[in-house]
Every structure is written in C-alpha cells, then in structure tokens.
C-alpha cells in the first residue's frame, strides 16, 4: 500500500506545475484527499482537499484563483494544478487522504512522501 506525490520541479515566477497523487495497492476514489506543503521554516498546511466523490473541494485563501485539485478515479490519482506560482509557493508537497471528508491536516490519516517543487528565478 502506497501513496505517493509526484509532479515537482524548478520553475520560474508565473510558471504552472500538476502536481499527481497516486495510490498504488487500494483504491483511491475510497477517499477525501487533501493537498498540503512545508514551506521553509514554516509550518505544514492545507493547500486543498477533494473529497471521495469529487463533488467538494476546500481550497485555502492563499491558492484560490491559481491552484485546482481534481480527480481521476481511472486513473486512480488525484491531481493539483498549479498555475501562477511565486516564491512564496516554494514547499514540499504531500497528499494525504481520509475516509471520511475532512479540511483540517489533523484529520488525515494516512501520508504519502512529498514532492518538492521550487519557485525562482
């Protein structure tokens, strides 16, 4: 059973990355999914969640209008596309996931390995 977050790299101000969480042994559509990153010296936080069904998605203020979190169960993964990113966007990147829908980071229960993805010049 895995999760795993892919999809980071180096871009510059303004650029877009998609990010891809996928499930390798159990299926993923089973669950809320949520996007969070580690800045550094910050704390984790909530970038976005989607739950299991697709229908609600919980972006924090900082993303709205530049990150989108969606889903594709065939594929079993869960993606967020990142558009627009500045300095301030530069973290690692996990997904996690919950059975049950959830917003706050405390309430995940299962983390995958992060990606990391960096904004500069």
């Known amino acids: 059973v895995q999760l795993q977050a892919s999809g980071g790299g180096s871009v510059q101000p303004g650029g877009s990355l998609k990010l891809s969480c996928t499930a390798h042994?159990?299926?993923?559509?089973?669950?809320?999914v949520g996007w969070f990153r580690r800045a550094p010296g910050k704390e984790r936080e909530r970038v976005s969640c989607?739950?299991?069904?697709?229908?609600?998605?919980y972006p924090s203020d900082f993303v709205k209008g530049r990150f989108t979190v969606s889903r594709d169960d065939a594929k079993n993964s869960v993606y967020l596309q990142m558009n627009d990113l500045t300095s301030e966007d530069t973290a690692v990147y996990y997904c996690?996931?919950?059975?049950?829908?959830?917003?706050?980071?405390?309430?995940?229960?299962?983390w995958g390995l992060g990606t990391l993805v960096t904004v500069s010049s």
């Open positions: 989607i739950s299991n069904s697709g229908d609600r998605t």
């Open positions: 042994g159990f299926t993923l559509g089973d669950y809320a």
């Open positions: 996690a996931i919950n059975t049950i829908w959830v917003t706050s980071l405390f309430g995940y229960s299962y």
